[in-house]
């Protein structure tokens, strides 16, 4: 026990369009975190689709990108936990914050998190993958559409087409025939893998982060990781995206390696639209590097009415709603308090995401 657990603390929940202060609230409370005082302060607009508009920002351009909630300067300042979902924690914040000791954050990206200052001060940050199941099951309903042409025969048959042939048919082919490569194997990557595995498909990755040992501990030692993302994108049947963005990684996803991918080969990309060079994916689409490809994330959204990709039959196009259920987000405040009660009580440190340490 410490003191988390044995001394009153004071807290501050910022909420949102999707994520309300009353459920932090009851979230809280209902966890092992012993609590004083419960401050709830709401950020950003109440609609949900300007809402979205102010999170690509956050996402695009870190905690400095977009004020933080109204009140917090004054709040943060006796404050000795901040819960947050998407409300910007800059370092000219956490510079307010004379006691704070513990940041957390019921999703898994940390864009809106200066996590450095974070670690300078010696306060944890600790976060929840909220929707990983989501995505893996939208990521995986993506690979049997457009390999099989679910989504697209249904248009046709909209517009009242009877059509028996499309793009792919000369090389169309069961799912587990072909090889699904992943671009990052964490938590949905990871997520997917299971399924995937489970189905008889083939799964190979690329990970800097993991090795084969971690994978066969978390009974995915079927995954052959290959050396490279430029393997990756030459063996794969179905290239998977499932990175981190971050700056080094932003439209990192481009010609180089669209060039490398079987001409039968398809793209999908359920992570981070700023992952990619949409314009080279467009080009590649256009010159045949690929078969086609399923996004649901995009450099710029919604995506603009004359995009060209609009207007491809092998383009299957969803509006950013992967993780989008009606349990994953509403729940994330109680997954969160889940994994703070197994750290505060137990020391489990899997969701720690900086080098700072709890007493």
């Keep these: 026990m410490n003191q988390f657990t044995t001394q009153p603390q004071n807290v501050i929940v910022v909420g949102d369009a999707f994520v309300s202060p009353d459920t932090m609230e009851q979230a809280v409370r209902e966890s092992a975190?012993?609590?004083e005082n419960i401050q709830k302060l709401f950020w950003g607009p109440s609609d949900k689709q300007a809402f979205t508009a102010r999170q690509l920002k956050v996402?695009?351009?870190?905690?400095?990108?977009?004020?933080?909630?109204?009140?917090?300067?004054?709040?943060?300042?006796?404050?000795?936990?901040?819960?947050?979902?998407?409300?910007?924690?800059?370092?000219?914040?956490?510079?307010?914050?004379?006691?704070?000791?513990?940041?957390?954050?019921?999703?898994?990206?940390?864009?809106?998190?200066?996590?450095?200052?974070?670690?300078?001060?010696?306060?944890?940050?600790?976060?929840?993958?909220r929707n990983a199941e989501p995505v893996a099951d939208f990521?995986?309903?993506?690979?049997?559409?457009?390999?099989?042409?679910?989504?697209?025969?249904?248009?046709?048959?909209?517009?009242?087409?009877w059509c028996k042939n499309y793009y792919n048919s000369d090389f169309l082919m069961t799912l587990s025939s072909h090889t699904v490569a992943l671009a990052g194997i964490g938590n949905v990557g990871a997520a997917l893998a299971r399924r995937l595995l489970a189905l008889g498909v083939p799964v190979i990755a690329y990970d800097a982060y993991t090795n084969p040992e971690k994978l066969?501990?978390?009974?995915?030692?079927?995954?052959?990781?290959?050396?490279?993302?430029?393997?990756?994108?030459?063996?794969?049947?179905i290239v998977s995206l499932h990175l981190r963005l971050t700056p080094e990684t932003e439209r990192m996803i481009g010609m180089?390696?669209?060039?490398?991918?079987?001409?039968?080969?398809?793209?999908?990309?359920?992570?981070?639209?700023?992952?990619?060079?949409?314009?080279?994916?467009v080009e590649a689409l256009q010159q045949g590097c690929m078969a086609g490809a399923a996004l649901d994330v995009y450099d710029s959204e919604p995506l603009g009415a004359d995009s060209p990709l609009l207007q491809m039959d092998n383009v299957?196009?969803?509006?950013?709603?992967?993780?989008?259920?009606?349990?994953?987000?509403?729940?994330?405040?109680?997954?969160?308090?889940?994994?703070?009660?197994?750290?505060?009580?137990?020391?489990?440190?899997?969701?720690?995401?900086?080098?700072?340490?709890?007493?």
Excluded: W
């Excluded at 990521?139 to 087409?161: N, P, V």
């Excluded at 290959?226 to 994108?233: C, G, N, Q």
């Design 59 to 129: 996402e695009r351009g870190g905690p400095e990108a977009v004020p933080y909630a109204d009140g917090l300067d004054e709040a943060i300042a006796d404050a000795d936990v901040l819960l947050v979902h998407f409300n910007p924690v800059p370092r000219a914040l956490l510079e307010k914050a004379k006691n704070l000791k513990l940041i957390l954050t019921c999703r898994g990206g940390l864009e809106h998190i200066d996590v450095a200052a974070a670690s300078e001060r010696g306060i944890p940050v600790l976060n929840v993958i």
């Design 256 to 281: 180089p390696y669209f060039s490398r991918m079987k001409k039968t080969a398809y793209f999908i990309n359920t992570a981070r639209g700023g992952l990619v060079d949409q314009p080279a994916l």
């Design 316 to 359: 299957l196009l969803t509006p950013h709603i992967a993780g989008t259920t009606v349990d994953a987000i509403p729940r994330a405040p109680f997954l969160l308090m889940r994994e703070v009660d197994r750290y505060l009580q137990d020391g489990v440190t899997d969701r720690v995401v900086n080098a700072a340490s709890i007493h």
């Design 216 to 237: 066969a501990q978390a009974g995915l030692g079927a995954v052959k990781l290959v050396d490279s993302l430029e393997t990756l994108f030459e063996q794969g049947d």
């Design 33 to 35: 975190l012993c609590c």
């Design 139 to 161: 990521a995986l309903g993506m690979m049997l559409c457009l390999t099989r042409d679910i989504a697209l025969s249904h248009l046709k048959m909209r517009g009242g087409e």
